[in-house]
């Protein structure tokens, strides 16, 4: 496969969380954005808390389905939509929709680790942001400090891209592939 | 899967529009109709290839600064046996087996902990000490100090 990778729209390591893919959502710049409410907690109010409490699965799938959600809150539809896209821009949450499972699309969903000097860590940590098969990043409290997740639609992309790391940067990528899944359910109490 | 679905898949990763039919604005994105978009959408929820519809909250924005990666040296023939019985733990959130890498790396089981205070994670690590008893040798909890990048799987266009 072809070495030469695109520039993508991927955002700067260190630039924060993924609000601007919220941004992308509501990109004709019309959704209402919501004024700040004093009574809000850490940036969110009870109502953002409930509808994230609520809505971390079970978005429905039908003709006006903010609508479904602003009755089970309470709320009118047009709020629905303002929340979460003040929600995301705010970077409070990191994405609205559906959560794709690698595997089960024949696909592949690695995890992998680099012991990576720290005069290195900047440059090997943005090389490895850039790439598109890279899902996740993060830096660990390690000699393995940089943990990160590849995931494709098939395993020899996750490959090509470990290897492609490895090349660039120099220092070798470690595959903890899973063996086997035991528990995996992140909902988190807002 | 098909084209189709892999269309969907590349016009939904980022996130569902919003607008009030957020599935129309897809059908005439990809130029199918509603029902054909809903009914894959649900299809591939019933398959599994959509874990879940909904909102990904930030974990960091809502308190939940301590990101521990549990990592644990287990026992061969215990460790799957033990695996399940840490998976149901409530605070767990992802537990799996994976190989180790010697000599820099031991450790045969991992569990994420997500907590609100370094205490509360150590607290539940001391938990899934217990149980895993003397089958362990060897453990660490491994916090996450940033994170660099959180976008969830992308397919290309």
């Keep these: 496969m072809s070495r030469v990778r695109q520039p993508r729209a991927v955002k700067s390591p260190g630039a924060g969380f993924d609000a601007a893919r919220g941004a992308a959502c509501n990109a004709d710049g019309r959704t209402p954005m919501r004024k700040p409410d004093p009574s809000a907690v850490n940036g969110l109010t009870e109502m953002d808390r409930r509808l994230i409490n609520q809505y971390q699965g079970g978005f429905p799938i039908c003709e006006r389905p903010f609508q479904v959600v602003a009755d089970t809150l309470g709320i009118s539809e047009a709020d629905v939509i303002a929340r979460i896209a003040t929600l995301l821009q705010a970077g409070l949450l990191t994405r609205f929709g559906p959560l794709f499972n690698a595997d089960r699309m024949g696909g592949s969903n690695v995890l992998a680790a680099m012991a990576v000097p720290a005069s290195e860590f900047e440059r090997v940590a943005e090389f490895v942001n850039l790439q598109p098969e890279i899902a996740h990043n993060y830096r660990r409290e390690h000699a393995l400090n940089l943990w990160f997740v590849g995931a494709a639609e098939t395993p020899e992309k996750v490959e090509a891209a470990f290897d492609y790391i490895e090349s660039m940067s120099g220092y070798p990528v470690y595959r903890f592939p899973k063996e086997r899944e035991f528990f995996v359910e992140l909902k988190l109490e807002a | ?157």
């Design chain 2, 1 to 157: 899967m098909d084209t189709i679905d892999r269309n969907l898949i590349t016009a939904t990763q980022t996130g569902l529009p919003l607008t009030p039919r957020p599935y129309h604005a897809i059908a005439e994105q990809l130029g199918i109709s509603v029902d054909e978009v809903m009914m894959r959408l649900k299809a591939m929820q019933a398959s599994g290839v959509i874990r879940r519809i909904g909102v990904v909250p930030n974990h960091y924005a809502l308190g939940y600064r301590h990101n521990g990666m549990t990592v644990w040296d287990v026992a061969d023939d215990r460790v799957d046996a033990l695996g399940e019985q840490i998976g149901k733990l409530a605070f767990v959130s992802h537990c799996y087996r994976r190989p180790r890498r010697l000599p820099i790396w031991p450790y045969n089981l991992f569990a994420m902990v997500h907590a609100r205070s370094r205490e509360q994670a150590q607290a539940y690590a001391n938990q899934i000490a217990a149980v895993l008893g003397e089958a362990c040798h060897k453990s660490d909890i491994l916090y996450s100090s940033r994170m660099l990048k959180k976008t969830g799987l992308r397919i290309a266009d």
